[in-house]
């Protein structure tokens, strides 16, 4: 059975059918897979950067295999999300950046975390500028709501302060 974006957001066994029913050819996602709110962490995160703390909301992540978790909080009202096309824009336009920079160059945290964290961030916030830059380049594809774009340019403008925070602490320790 076929659901609609809107029978997800209200039925949390429609979910699954939903995201399964996603076209992902052209892009190097495998995969979607639901995670309930029981098999997930806490709605709200704390992410440490070298200067800050930044509360954000977690709705959805790309694992190293590219497969991507789509969490309860992508189908709530506490999401970003007012209509369907915000939604894919999330998962196959900046999840779907980060599957496939995963595809052409495989990485590893381990490899990052040994170097320093403050490393790790540097390299994890500009991959980030890079998947909500690749969001707004075309927003013609998508019927995104004002609401949506203004979410994702504020956390553009976020990542890029914390690139900018990074890479001068990361000159700092050179000296």
């Known amino acids: 059975m076929k659901f609609t974006f809107d029978e997800a957001c209200e039925n ?39 200067y800050d703390r930044v509360k954000y909301i977690t709705i959805a992540r790309t694992l190293p295999n590219r497969v991507v978790q789509v969490f309860s909080d992508a189908f709530k009202g506490v999401s970003p ?10 998962i196959l336009d900046h999840e779907g950046f980060h599957a496939r920079s995963i595809a052409e160059r495989p990485f590893s945290e381990v490899i990052f975390r040994l ?23 075309n927003p013609l594809r998508r019927d995104l709501s004002p609401e949506y774009v203004a979410f994702v340019i504020r956390n553009l403008e976020m990542y890029m302060k914390l690139n900018r925070e990074c890479k001068n602490r990361l000159e700092d320790l050179k000296r």
């Not at 050819?25 to 962490?41: A, D, K, M, Q, V």
């Not at 999300?81 to 999330?90: C, G, Y």
């Not at 170097?115 to 380049?137: C, D, I, P, W």
């Open 81 to 90: 999300h007012r209509r369907e096309d915000d939604f894919l824009s999330t």
């Open 115 to 137: 170097r320093g964290e403050s490393y790790f961030n540097y390299l994890s916030s500009l991959e980030e500028v890079f998947a909500y830059k690749h969001q707004l380049s």
């Open 12 to 50: 949390v066994d429609a979910r699954q059918a939903y995201l399964d029913a996603i076209c992902l050819e052209g892009t190097s996602i495998p995969e979607l897979s639901y995670i309930s709110e029981e098999t997930r962490r806490p709605f709200s995160t704390q992410v440490i950067f070298p």
